[in-house]
């Protein structure tokens, strides 16, 4: 098996090594990188068999790497903090290990993907593994479905199909249904980006998160933008930021993951 170490930290990335060999010295280290940058253009030439990747590197954290370059190995996160679990599930990872890592813990990493590997026939090993690894859905939660929203005295359910856009106004987030009914909702964007699909949500900069399904027109912007449009009458000018075009237009083409 080749294994690529993405961690910035080189005692850190030492430990993996001793600890890979010790669980299977057949193991090949292809190479060790620390930041996310020398990543991707490694990531572009090479295909490891896995990849074991540190969350915080220093240049930021290493989800922008699936921003840049398509990643089907399956990959094992380390980190020392557990806020990521639910982003690195997001990708194609099998496993979050929490910092300091142990060889138990390492052990139990690889006997899942050696268990995941096994199950499949050899015939359909490479393209359900990649089905797999590839389709965030598969290793997240159940997304939401609908909202309680308070209208009066009277409490409504409005189904998440009938969002078009949900959006930020000082401390207050609303959320507006196709009917151009405007509702209060008890959410930060940042949150409803974690319960939301992200197959049919996108947040497009810190204001707004829109329906796909909403989306009348895109146009080119300024500054390497775009502007969206929606199916109906909205007061307010939603921009695509420009680190987001990119995603977005993942998102649109239909490859997108979460943003």
């Known amino acids: ?26 193991i090949e280290i292809m190479g060790v990188i620390d930041n996310a940058e020398a990543a991707v253009e490694w990531l572009r030439k090479e295909k490891p068999d896995l990849i074991f990747m540190d969350i915080q590197l220093r240049d930021g954290l290493s989800f922008q790497i ?45 006997q899942k993907l050696e268990a995941m590997k096994s199950a499949l026939n050899n015939d359909e090993q490479n393209v359900r593994l990649k089905a797999v690894f590839s389709n965030p859905n598969l290793k997240t939660k159940d997304y939401k479905t609908r909202f309680m929203v308070k209208l009066g005295e009277h409490i409504r359910s409005i189904t998440t199909d009938q969002i078009t856009v949900l959006y930020a106004d000082g401390r207050d987030v609303y959320l507006v249904t196709q009917q151009n009914r405007k509702f209060i909702i008890d959410y930060t964007l940042e949150s409803l980006e974690e319960v939301l699909d992200p197959g049919q949500f996108f947040r497009p900069n810190r204001t707004f998160i829109i329906n796909i399904n909403a989306i009348k027109d895109v146009l080119v912007y300024s500054n390497s933008r775009l502007k969206v449009s ?7 000018e939603i921009i695509v930021s420009r680190e987001k075009v990119a995603e977005f237009k993942e998102w649109f083409d239909g490859q997108g993951g979460r943003n």
Do not use: C, G, W
């Open 230 to 236: 929606l199916t109906q009458d909205f007061d307010k």
């Open 1 to 26: 098996m080749k294994v690529l170490i993405i961690e910035d930290e080189a005692p850190a990335a030492e430990k993996l090594e001793r600890y890979l060999h010790k669980f299977d010295p057949s």
């Open 66 to 110: 699936f921003q840049q370059v398509q990643v089907r190995t399956p990959v094992i996160f380390t980190t020392a903090f557990n806020e990521f679990a639910l982003d690195a599930f997001k990708v194609n990872s099998i496993d979050y290990l929490l910092k300091p890592i142990t060889f138990t813990a390492l052990s139990t990493s690889m």
